[in-house]
């Protein structure tokens, strides 16, 4: 079995829409009902729901705790992929990427640009493809969104063509 660390930070992936506000918002965590519907068969998942927010309202102390958190897991050896907005996405990762200098393990950040569940979302995609990034990968801090695989430093996100691209 390989064991994997999901943690769950908010962003688009995770938005819901809202019928009293009218609007779509991260209000709840939804990524371990999708998670559910994956095979993977020698894969054992640890799903963790660490915040709920839009990135773009993340604070410094936000990311000290996200940065704790995979502090607490790195000793287990086992790849982590975090979810979290895109917006802020890069930050988080070249964040962490200067915090552990001698990572044993990948750490792949994914997101969505249209939240799990929406007619064409890309939510699903990207959690798939993450967590099989996380099994292949060399250490290091990576973006895995759309078929793609960036190291955080090499990333940077295209608003124009809501996707990343090469930085
Ligand atoms: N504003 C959102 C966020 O960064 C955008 C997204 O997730 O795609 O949380």
Redesign the pocket.
Known sequence: MQRIYLIST????EKVYSEQSGVVENRAAKLERYLRMLRLPDAEIRAEHLMNK???EMTDADRVEVRDRVAGLLAEGAPIVISH????MVETGRFLEESFHDLKVPIVLT???TPLGFEGSDGLQNLTESLLAARLLAPGVYIVMHGQVFPVSRARKDKDNATFVWA
């Open positions: 908010g962003g688009t992936i839009d990135s773009l907005g895109t917006d802020t997101g969505a640009m």
